[in-house]
Structure formats: structure tokens, C-alpha cells
């Protein structure tokens, strides 16, 4: 079955301090894969995608993700938290089905002063 | 700048009364989708359009209905809203049914009352 697991509910970090969320997928085919980030009572906004060649992969405001397929694994780094970073995560995944995204269930991410 | 206008942000009804969110476009896409998003879960699709093309989820209730009279529209209509409707319904637009990535609106927040 295809699925897209975010092992951490709700992470709190300092500012300043580096970041990773969690996400693995299962996907029968070959995945493309993305990170959404969703401010309280907003639409969910593009972080960064992968669909092939380089599996380290640079997004908008400071993120990087890695994507390993011997761990189905695409997790989100950033090495600097800013307060602004505060919201919901979500990890998606698609292919070639009508371009439906699987979504993880979100990392909400809370940032201490 | 070319996005994804949902209207209105904001809707309140009562039980059983139809209501009708609209979603538009200035990316000239071809596939526009509608999203049910309950509080703390992960956007839940429930159909999409490929131009003209209709795609319901398998699990959509029949209550929830959708229009797309031009590229640029597409309407969700909720026939008879229950309390377990209230949610926020997100839009989203891709340029192709593949891989592409989905650009989001803010979405519209239902309440039933």
C-alpha cells in the first residue's frame, strides 16, 4: 500500500538550533517526492520537490532535504531555526496516478526563544 | 503574480443548507483539486479535475459535488452539510496529472452550526 509515515506528531526546537523532520514513504513506484509547510489557517505552500538526479535537494527558506531510497527516507533539515519557521509539515508523495499526492499526517513544529 | 484564489476564507452555515466554495485561477492549469482538511490531520482528496474530466475519490460522499464551468473555475458544492463537514477545504492546481507539483490556495474554513 502507498503511504507516507511523519514518526514525530510535534517537535519543539530553540531558535538557532538545527532541524530535522522526519518522513518515509512506501510507493510502488518510482516516488516524487515534496515538502509542504502550512501556516495556522492557511494553504499549504511548496518547500521543495524531488523527482530525480541530485538526492540532496535545496528549498525555499533555508530547507534541504535528502532523499535515500535504500531507507524510502525524505527527510527535512535546516541548520538555523527562526522563530517564523513555526507551523505544520507535511510530506508528500506521488507519481504518475492522476497526480494524487499521498500526504504524511504533518510535524507540527513549535520554536522556543 | 499568477495563484490560487479561494472565496470566501471565511464560510458559516447551518445544517442541511447548501453551500458552494469557489476556487479560481491565473496559472492557466490544466487539473484543479478540492482538499478536505480537518483540524490537526492531513489534507484528504476528494476529486479533481483533468480539464473537463471528472475524477471522484472512491470515498467522497455523495454529498460533495463539484463544477468546473471554465479553466479558470472550479465550484465545490456541498449539497446538505453536516456537522462533520465543517473542515477546511483547500484548493489546489497542477499543470499536468503527473508528477507535477500542486500549488495551493488558502483555503476556505467551513463552519456548520
Known amino acids: 500500500a502507498q503511504s507516507v509515515t511523519q514518526p514525530d506528531i510535534h517537535i519543539t526546537v530553540s531558535e538557532g538550533a538545527s532541524l530535522e523532520l522526519r518522513c518515509n514513504y512506501s510507493?510502488?513506484?518510482?516516488?516524487?517526492l515534496f515538502w509542504y509547510v502550512q501556516s495556522p489557517g492557511q494553504g499549504l505552500q511548496l518547500l521543495l520537490k524531488?523527482?530525480?538526479?541530485?538526492?540532496l535537494v535545496q528549498g525555499i527558506k533555508g530547507f534541504e532535504a535528502e532523499f535515500k531510497r535504500s531507507q524510502s527516507s525524505f527527510n527535512l533539515r535546516k541548520p538555523s531555526v527562526h522563530w517564523s519557521d513555526a507551523a505544520e509539515y507535511f510530506c508528500?508523495?506521488?507519481?504518475?496516478?492522476?497526480?494524487?499526492?499521498?500526504f504524511g499526517q504533518g510535524t507540527e513544529l513549535s520554536v522556543k526563544p | 503574480d499568477a495563484m490560487v484564489i479561494q472565496n470566501p476564507r471565511y464560510q458559516v452555515t447551518q445544517f442541511g443548507k447548501p453551500v458552494t466554495l469557489s476556487c479560481s485561477q491565473t496559472?492557466?492549469?490544466?487539473?484543479m483539486y478540492w482538499y478536505q482538511q480537518k483540524s490537526s490531520q492531513a489534507p484528504k482528496l476528494l476529486f479533481h479535475?483533468?480539464?473537463?474530466?471528472?475524477?471522484n475519490e472512491a470515498d467522497t460522499p455523495d454529498n460533495f459535488q463539484s463544477r468546473r464551468p471554465n479553466t479558470s473555475f472550479c465550484f465545490l458544492d456541498i449539497r446538505s452539510p453536516g456537522l462533520g463537514d465543517a473542515a477546511m477545504y483547500l484548493c489546489?492546481?497542477?499543470?499536468?496529472?503527473?508528477?507535477?507539483?500542486?500549488?495551493f490556495g488558502p483555503g476556505t474554513r467551513l463552519t456548520v452550526l
Open positions: 489546489a492546481t497542477s499543470s499536468g496529472p503527473s508528477h507535477n507539483e500542486q500549488f
Open positions: 510507493y510502488g513506484a518510482t516516488p516524487y
Open positions: 524531488y523527482f530525480s538526479g541530485d538526492t
Open positions: 508528500a508523495v506521488g507519481g504518475n496516478q492522476g497526480g494524487k499526492l499521498i
Open positions: 496559472l492557466n492549469h490544466n487539473v
Open positions: 479535475y483533468y480539464d473537463k474530466d471528472f475524477n
